[in-house]
């Protein structure tokens, strides 16, 4: 009997070590990450043509949220752009709220999706809805519960343009609301920020792409070219999947 408790022990503290070891690599990985990753604001703004973009918001059930996103996009010191805020068939006042924006500020478009046809997940039939209204060169694709500084779409222009790139995404700063996202949100950070690091992405010899929701920007051929949210339609993690796509196309993508 002690034997098999003994291996039982020998077996557990080996888990606990490679665990532990796992966990080591891993933040060491994601402090690397950070220390030699570009950074959006570090990057000197520059002076460039002035391309149209079009914000595409998709939302739904987003009351709570949806307000403070809206200001800080209508806010922004770039001049050449459109939101377009589309309601996914939302069941709270989400709607009604992108109505209210619209009817004071001439740049914001308020759009109804239709019912998601079958074989369509998450927010890909939205975003796809609002592409049908966006009328600009450069397409930024963001999240209901977000909000952003005054001069990202500037910097981020500005930084899409001097590198020649195709697309561009930006790692967010991510809040800890409740307990629950204090709790998981440290783990997805540290496996994203190691699977999908910028230094992987931004590696012109591997072919890791990615795209976070919350916020990418991409030329409009670029978008065509891939088969636009269509053909990510099936997928939940869409951003994920046209990230890879686009990076898988040959085409330049910066993340920072």
Request: proline share 4%; with cysteine; hydrophobic share 40%.
């Amino acid at each position: 009997m002690d034997i098999v408790i003994d291996i039982f022990n020998y077996i557990l503290a080996a888990i606990l070590v490679g665990v532990s070891l796992t966990w080591i690599v891993l933040i060491k990985s994601m402090i690397r990450t950070f220390q030699d990753s570009p950074f959006l604001d570090k990057f000197e703004k520059k002076e460039h043509q002035n391309p149209k973009v079009s914000i595409i918001l998709p939302a739904r059930n987003e009351e709570k949220f949806i307000d403070k996103c809206i200001i800080s996009l209508v806010n922004q010191d770039y001049s050449n752009y459109e939101i377009v805020a589309i309601n996914d068939s939302s069941e709270d006042s989400t709607g009604d709220i992108i109505k209210k924006y619209a009817k004071k500020y001439p740049k914001v478009i308020s759009v109804d999706a239709r019912p998601k046809p079958e074989g369509w997940m998450g927010k890909n039939w939205a975003c796809a809805e609002g592409y049908k209204k966006a009328s600009g060169d450069l397409l930024l694709f963001t999240d209901a519960d977000t909000t952003h500084t005054s001069s990202v779409i500037t910097l981020a222009v500005s930084h899409l343009l001097s590198l020649e790139l195709d697309a561009l995404t930006v790692i967010p700063r991510m809040l800890c609301l409740d307990r629950i996202t204090k709790i998981t949100l440290p783990m997805i950070s540290i496996f994203l920020h190691t699977r999908f690091s910028a230094l992987r992405v931004n590696d012109v010899s591997k072919n890791t792409g990615y795209f976070f929701g919350s916020f990418y920007i991409i030329t409009k051929p670029t978008y065509d070219s891939v088969g636009t949210h269509e053909g990510v339609k099936g997928e939940l993690i869409e951003d994920g999947a046209l990230g890879k796509k686009v990076k898988e196309s040959g085409f330049k993508m910066r993340m920072v």
